[in-house]
């Protein structure tokens, strides 16, 4: 990971969470904008990070976390030629939670103090240890939650070309364990909107 002139270099593997982790915790400014790119992805276009840095300051200046879009790999998702476009898509303002279901994926990008609302304790699986299978869904849902339909803000434009064929990724490498976490993600009670930076993170009662 890079920020300017600081490099984060891990000397062993140990997960995309500890990594997001690590940089939201001890590199990034609280109020800092952070945008994951996953190494075997892609940025739609050389404007992608302007186009951000607009919608964060002026297009949006009261958004804490955009989301959206991407196009798939045309070969792996799409052989018939459909509409490229990936499952992002808007969430909608009346049920802004994980029981909406899965559409807030790439382009991820947050300012980190939000991350940082994010108890460890809710990135870690029942093993014990970080979450590694649907770490995006570990990560993205609480954020998403907690932003509320007032803070985050979708973004129609194709920015992530997104890979599909990488058989590493979690949904080809351990498709069981993904379902797995995803369905024990999805059943956590959801984050209540926060009122700003100061706030302190409250879930929901089921």
Not at 34 to 46: N, R
Not at 170 to 175: G, N
């Amino acid at each position: 990971a890079t920020g300017g002139d600081i490099a984060l270099m891990v000397p062993r593997r140990v997960g995309v969470i500890a990594n997001t982790w690590n940089v939201c915790h001890y590199l990034a400014e609280p109020d800092e904008i952070v945008v994951q790119l996953d190494g075997d992805d892609q940025l739609a276009h050389s404007s992608v990070l302007s186009a951000l840095a607009y919608r964060y300051q002026h297009g949006h200046p009261d958004v804490w976390m955009p989301y959206g879009s991407y196009s798939n790999d045309a070969e792996s998702r799409n052989p018939d030629g459909s509409d490229p476009r990936g499952l992002t898509n808007l969430v909608p303002a009346d049920d802004h939670t994980r029981r909406a279901g899965w559409r807030s994926s790439h382009l991820r990008t947050w300012k980190a103090w939000l991350f940082r609302k994010i108890p460890r304790a809710t990135l870690i699986d029942p093993l014990g240890v970080w979450i590694d299978a649907a770490p995006d869904l570990a990560t993205t849902w609480p954020m998403l939650e907690m932003a509320g339909p007032a803070h985050a803000r979708y973004i129609h434009d194709i920015l992530y070309l997104y890979n599909g064929t990488n058989p590493l990724s979690e949904s080809r490498s351990k498709p069981d364990r993904a379902r797995a976490t995803r369905d024990w993600l999805q059943a956590q009670p959801p984050y209540r909107p926060l009122a700003g930076p100061d706030d302190d993170p409250r879930r929901e009662e089921l």
